[in-house]
């Protein structure tokens, strides 16, 4: 594709760049049971495995994919009850069927299940890291269950409190796109350039621009 950009009042070009044409992802039940030479790149090439035949799919340079891959046909079962780990709870409103979804939810609130890699517990995530929140979990056709509840974990949630002019601690991080700008000087929503912590004290940490 073409890309244009103009030359401003100013004397300078406008900014203009180039993002890679990527298509949709496949549908969450099929997880495990197909392969991609490129992921969702143009050119990709997922190939979904059935007992008894293969099916293709090729990623277009539209974004679109050549063939619609659906389960494979007559494939049945009963993913196990997810295994209430790391705090986490849930509800299997309609069972434990093939594509059928489970709420999760943390036993302990005001905390979001998210995604963490495999080294790492809810008490070692970094203020830079921006981990995925999960609302529910699918029985896949492989009868697991996706997002694996293994990786799973609970961190504190984020305060409603976001570019309010106060810095509010617990939405410092990456998670809670640092509390708006309002715990850096250079960011702040208001208070002409001076970080107001929220409540009387604070740890240096919680604090630190």
Request: include cysteine; glycine fraction near 8%.
């Amino acid at each position: 594709k073409f890309l244009k950009i103009h030359c401003l009042q100013t004397g300078l070009w406008a900014v203009g760049r180039c993002i890679p044409i990527l298509c949709e992802p496949l549908p969450i039940i099929l997880q495990g049971m197909y392969n991609c030479t490129r992921g969702l790149e143009v050119d990709s090439k997922c190939t979904l495995y059935c007992t008894s035949y293969t099916v293709t799919t090729v990623c277009s340079k539209d974004g679109t994919w050549t063939e619609k891959l659906s389960l494979c046909e007559g494939l049945t079962g009963t993913c196990p009850p997810p295994p209430e780990i790391n705090d986490i709870y849930y509800t299997c409103e309609n069972g434990n069927l093939i594509g059928e979804n489970c709420t999760a939810s943390c036993v302990y609130p005001p905390n979001d299940p998210v995604i963490l890699p495999d080294n790492m517990t809810a008490d070692s995530v970094e203020h830079w890291m921006n981990p995925t929140k999960v609302q529910s979990i699918m029985c896949t056709g492989t009868l697991k269950w996706y997002p694996d509840p293994a990786i799973l974990h609970c961190i504190p949630s984020c305060e409603p409190f976001q570019a309010d002019g106060w810095c509010d601690t617990i939405n410092n991080r990456a998670y809670c796109q640092y509390d708006g700008g309002d715990c850096c000087a250079s960011t702040l929503s208001s208070h002409k350039g001076q970080v107001v912590p929220f409540g009387a004290e604070c740890e240096e940490d919680e604090c630190t621009c």
